[in-house]
T-cell receptor, first 110, second 113 residues
Framework: GQQVMQIPQYQHVQEGEDFTTYCNSS?????IQWYKQRPGGHPVFLIQ?????EVKKQKRLTFQFGEAKKNSSLHITATQTTDVGTYFC??????????FGTGTRLTIIP | DADVTQTPRNRITKTGKRIMLECSQT?????MYWYRQDPGLGLRLIYY???????NKGEISDGYSVSRQAQAKFSLSLESAIPNQTALYFC????????????FGDGTRLSIL
């Protein structure tokens, strides 16, 4: 079936360090979305990537979509305590629904 | 997202009981979704609807049913609850025209004893 693999499952970083989570699909994606879920909260949309090789930035967050549209990454520079949460990628295989990755749970050590 | 309201927020019930989770939205979106979240498994799609009376099975529909009688409402039922349906359930909405960003409710935490 169509799956989106996401690694790592957990990441603990010192405040100020960088963080990256990766998503991979075995088949080409139409587009990919990223969501953030704060502890005890619900997923909140961050961004959508559509074009091959696309790179988008939101302040300290950098999102990339691979050239083959099969992988994506989210990189956070100089993490802050407000970055704590679980980050999900969600792939669109062109079938009008999203397939979510398993998420990467980020914890920050002050 | 206050525009997507789920009720109840928490529910504890016993095996074999029928349970209904409700979702209502004021965003005017055509598309509505039910997801289940389990630790380490991410969000898995149970059912989705693109319009009133339109129902589509998701990845894990067995043991669940849904109803979409109005654009703003999408309910999820567990006809005979079992313990492995204990999870956090999210409703989400999205506008039509392709896979646009989804807006999630606050979730229903369901425990089946």
């Amino acid at each position: 079936g169509q799956q989106v693999m996401q690694i790592p499952q957990y990441q603990h970083v010192q405040e100020g360090e960088d963080f990256t989570t990766y998503c991979n699909s075995s088949t080409t994606l139409s587009n990919i979305q990223w969501y953030k879920q704060r502890p005890g909260g619900h997923p909140v949309f961050l961004i959508q990537l559509v074009k091959s090789g696309e790179v988008k930035k939101q302040k300290r967050l950098t999102f990339q979509f691979g050239e083959a549209k099969k992988n994506s990454s989210l990189h956070i520079t100089a993490t802050q305590t407000t970055d704590v949460g679980t980050y999900f990628c969600a792939g669109d295989f062109g079938n009008e629904k999203l397939t979510f990755g398993t998420g990467t749970r980020l914890t920050i050590i002050p | 997202d206050a525009d997507v309201t789920q009720t109840p927020r928490n529910r504890i019930t016993k095996t074999g009981k029928r349970i209904m989770l409700e979702c209502s939205q004021t965003k005017g979106h055509d598309r509505m979704y039910w997801y289940r979240q389990d630790p380490g498994l991410g969000l898995r799609l149970i059912y989705y609807s693109f319009d009133v009376k339109d129902i589509n099975k998701g990845e894990i529909s067995d043991g669940y049913s849904v109803s979409r009688q109005a654009q703003a409402k999408f309910s999820l039922s567990l006809e005979s609850a079992i313990p492995n349906q204990t999870a956090l359930y999210f409703c989400a909405t999205g506008p039509g025209r392709g896979n646009q960003p989804q807006h999630f409710g606050d979730g229903t935490r369901l425990s089946i004893l």
